[in-house]
């Protein structure tokens, strides 16, 4: 079974994260730039003499799809990268994944990773 482990970190913690993974054995990672809000919610600027606020905090979200019995060590690695012990570390959620096929072979499952 496979499962797709979701991340949503800040943006300087990237390279650890990256590190930490390809450490684990993991071969291949997706990042996106996102943005948004939780417990440390948005924050005051400045721009032109007016101030403005901002409700979205820049983040980043990376995807990784592995195999069921990998999800355990591998949040944690992620876990250990990501966190400084601050609100708005981040957060990371793991779902089941049906089916996993890779285009160019057409290989399918635990195959396709």
Do not use: C
Request: charged share 30%; aromatic share 6%.
């Amino acid at each position: 079974m496979l499962n797709l482990i979701t991340a949503v970190i800040k943006p300087h913690m990237l390279e650890a994260v990256k590190d930490a993974v390809k450490d684990a054995g993991v071969s291949g990672m997706t990042v996106s730039e996102v943005q948004g809000f939780g417990r440390q919610g948005g924050h005051s600027e400045t721009y032109r003499g007016a101030e403005y606020e901002v409700d979205f905090i820049p983040k980043v979200k990376v995807e990784i799809l592995v195999e069921f019995d990998e999800v355990d060590r591998l949040t944690e690695s992620i876990r250990k990268a990501a966190g400084v012990g601050e609100v708005g570390d981040g957060k990371i959620w793991v779902s089941p994944v049906d089916r996993a096929i890779r285009i160019r072979t057409g290989e399918m499952g635990v195959d396709a990773l």
